[in-house]
């Protein structure tokens, strides 16, 4: 590894535009983050995928060997990616560095720990939650009804014990028993403000408009009411700033926020992407999970916001997912050709989805190792004929040099003129039609169903003024429908919405979208 001021000067920055964490991290000072709302000179390159298997396609390898092999063709590259959370880390999926030739480093810092920003974001979370139950204690102004609280607690790990919980037990000291609940860190509305904001004032503003409950008149309860605004801000006053690290072969990596794809808008902080593209004529980024989740959000809900907009975008396509997306037509031995086939079609949708948005996209096929030579030539073949610009990667095994068709490929695409900015919906719909959009466009669905709570809530949502921002839908990553065994599921399903909550720091309404919901309405 390289020395981080080494890294730094790559991207023009200086030992004063620096704050170290030793001699291979750093963050980056104020004085050296470019004004928000400029808009850079590099070219942005967005990386997706197809539904992915449970134990994942290699999209962040797939990212830094991108990086790597545009500086291999002598290009100024930069990586802007999520931070890990400990959650999956120590659970079946592992860490989130890559693998490989292709990891950020050091990966092992990076994995666990970092510079501290996710336990900034679940500190300045738990401060909220603990200033909120203090006023319901001592019947605060606010006259807050306990029993319409819905700001959770969070923390960095997988804890099942803890998802639904009674708080408040123990006696009068200690607060009013009221039933609450943990999240994930990843998916605290903080992160999502973090990595939404472009400053430390708009960080603060976004902050002040958290909705955390309701008082007894029904009227909305915020941080800024609970004057908690200030507190919040202090403690992410260096989480805000990106972490500069290094890839296996020295490219710049700015990895910095980690918002989940599955509950939360699944993209790296618009800070770290802006300044990247301000310091690098190309700037590899990713989007959580498919791009059914990911790449929808960065769209709709990140670009949409800071007026990034990228250049080219990358799906990355395995053999195995194409796989369990082709499903057995029988009993019996399973031709592997005509398998994979079948699960082009599972490719041509999300192709579409690219094109909703104005694009055509390079498909880069990860290459595993058990890969046959037969199901690497026939997904090939199958993107060809359809006249996709298709790229074997083995950076896994070969570093950037493994990427190098790839790059070649994604040089072209960018080098065409940048499509013009296309949302799905525009912000004056309904909830329920901008739901309807991304369900039929991006899922397949024929339609959506909406139990009676969802019903509710998008009514109150929409009487208090809420019902203009975008959408944020929250469902499983592994199907396009909101079954999580749902693989071999095509077009026309119902997607069952069961709740929709607001985050009006992070600007978006969150709609959960699951298989478990209660007897729905269609919409």
């Known amino acids: 590894m390289r020395a981080i001021q080494q890294v730094a000067e790559e991207l023009g920055l200086g030992r004063e535009d620096l704050m170290l964490f030793g001699d291979r991290m750093a963050k980056i000072r104020r004085q050296a983050l470019p004004v928000p709302g400029e808009e850079p000179a590099g070219r942005i390159i967005l990386v997706s995928a197809i539904n992915p298997t449970r134990a994942g396609e290699g999209k962040t390898t797939v990212s830094i060997g991108l990086a790597q092999g545009l500086r291999r063709l002598r290009h100024s590259a930069c990586l802007a990616l999520r931070e890990p959370s400990l959650g999956p880390i120590f659970g079946m999926k592992g860490g989130g560095t890559g693998g490989g030739r292709c990891r950020l480093e050091p990966s092992t810092r990076i994995n666990m720990h970092f510079t501290g920003d996710i336990h900034a974001v679940g500190a300045a979370h738990n401060l909220l939650a603990a200033l909120l139950d203090n006023a319901v204690h001592f019947r605060s102004g606010l006259d807050l009804e306990h029993r319409q609280v819905f700001w959770r607690r969070v923390l960095d790990v997988n804890d099942r014990a803890l998802r639904q919980v009674v708080t408040g037990l123990g006696g009068r000291a200690n607060g009013v028993p009221r039933e609450a609940s943990f999240d994930i860190t990843a998916a605290s509305e903080v992160m999502a403000i973090l990595c939404l904001a472009e400053d430390t004032a708009d960080l603060k503003r976004r902050l002040g408009h958290i909705l955390v409950g309701f008082d007894r008149g029904g009227e909305p ?21 990106p972490n500069l690290v290094q890839s296996s072969e020295g490219a710049p990596a700015l990895v910095h926020g980690g918002p989940f794809g599955n509950i939360a808008h699944g993209c790296n902080s618009v800070i770290a992407t802006r300044s990247a593209a301000a310091r690098a004529d190309y700037v590899v980024t990713e989007a959580g999970f498919g791009f059914d989740l990911g790449a929808e959000k960065f769209f709709d809900i990140k670009c949409r916001g800071s007026g990034l907009w990228p250049s080219a975008v990358v799906l990355v396509v395995t053999v195995r997912a194409l796989r369990l997306h082709g499903c057995p037509a029988g009993e019996g ?3 592997e050709v005509e398998q994979i086939g ?14 909703a948005f104005g694009f055509e996209p390079v498909i880069a096929i990860n290459r595993f190792d058990g890969d046959s030579k037969a199901a690497l030539a026939a997904v090939e073949q199958g993107c060809r004929e359809r006249g996709l610009s298709v790229a074997r990667c083995d950076a896994y095994r070969e570093g950037g040099e493994g990427a190098r068709s790839l790059a070649e490929a994604v040089i072209e695409a960018a080098a065409r003129p940048r499509p013009p900015v296309r949302y799905l919906y525009p912000l004056e719909a309904t909830p329920r039609e901008k739901i309807g959009a991304v369900a039929r466009t991006i899922y397949g669905a024929a339609g959506v169903g909406f139990s009676r709570q969802a019903r509710r809530e998008l009514e109150r949502i929409e009487s208090l003024g809420y019902g203009g921002l975008p959408i944020c839908i929250a469902k499983t990553h592994l199907s396009l429908s909101g079954d999580p065994d749902g693989a071999c599921a095509q077009d026309g399903f119902e997607l069952p919405v069961e709740s929709v909550r607001v985050a009006a720091g992070a600007g978006y309404l969150l709609a959960f979208a699951n298989r478990h919901g209660e007897r729905s309405e269609g919409g």
């Open 333 to 335: 031995q399973e031709d």
């Open 221 to 241: 309860v915020t941080a800024a009411k609970l004057r908690a605004t200030g507190a919040m801000a202090a403690l992410l006053q260096d989480a805000i700033l």
């Open 342 to 355: 079948r699960g082009m079609r599972h490719l041509d949708h999300h192709v579409r989805s690219v094109r």
